[in-house]
C-alpha cells in the first residue's frame, strides 16, 4: 500500500506541475505581445485564446493543453508500469491490487491472467490520480497565483491517451452538438464534463478509482464553470456570435 500512495504521489506531482503551465498567457505575451487575461473574458483557455488572439492563437492553445493532458497520460501510465514491476519484484508472498492477487514465491510465479488484472487495477489508481492532477494543476496553476483554466482541453487529452479516439470523438460530439444547439460553448464544455465518468466507465470496464477520479475531476471542470453557470441561470451568459465589447468578464 505504501508503494502504492508513493507512486500515486509521484504521479500527481508531476502531472499537476505539467498541467500548470499556462500556455494561453504564454502564447499571448510571447507571440502577440499581449496578456490574454487582459482582454476578452480574462481566461487563459481556448475559448478566450480564439477571441483574442483568432483561429492560430485559439488551436495553438488548444494544442498545447490537449497535449499536456496527453503527456500526464503518458507520465502516469510509465509509473503503472513501475509499480507492477516493483510490487512483483518486491518478494512479498502476496500482493493484492484491487481484487488481483499476485503470489510470489523464491521462484517469482505469477499468472499472466492476476499480472494483466493487476496491471489494469494499478493503471487506474495511478492514472486516476494523474489525471486529476492535470486538471487540478490547469484550473489552479501556481504561476497564476492558483487560478488558472477550465480544464476541458487537459481532460480531453488525457482522456484520448487512456481510452484512444472512440472516447474523444464521443465528449467531442456531445460538446458540438451541445454547444451548436444552445450556442453556448459553456454548456456543451458541462455537457462533456457530465458525459466523462459514463465514458470513463465503458472504457474502464467499471475499473471504480479510475472511474472515482474521472468523477472528481469532472465536478472540478463544473466548478470551474461556476461563474458561466451563474450566467446562464441569470440569462445573461454570452452566446456564440456575441460581440466582443459586449463580452462579460469571465472568473478565471
Known sequence: MDKILFFSAIAFLLSFLLGSIPWGV????????????????????????????GAVGGVAVFCLD??????????????????????????????????????????????????????THAFGLVAGVGFFGAICGHVFSPWLKFKGGKGIAVAAGALFFAFGPISLVVLASVFALLTIVTRYVSVGSISAALVAPFVAAWAMHGEPFFIGMVCLSASLVIWAHRGNIARLRAGNENRIGAKKDALAKEEA
Open 26 to 53: 504564454i502564447i499571448s505575451r510571447l507571440f502577440y505581445r499581449q496578456d490574454i487575461r487582459e482582454h476578452g473574458s480574462g481566461n487563459i483557455g481556448t475559448t478566450n485564446a480564439f477571441r483574442t488572439m
Open 66 to 119: 490537449f497535449l499536456k493532458g496527453i503527456l500526464a497520460g503518458f507520465i502516469s501510465m510509465v509509473l503503472a508500469v513501475m509499480l507492477v514491476v516493483d510490487l512483483s519484484a518486491s518478494g512479498t508472498e502476496a500482493i493484492v491490487i484491487g481484487s488481483a492477487k499476485l503470489v510470489i514465491f523464491g521462484k517469482s510465479i505469477i499468472d499472466a491472467e492476476s499480472l494483466a488484472v493487476a496491471t
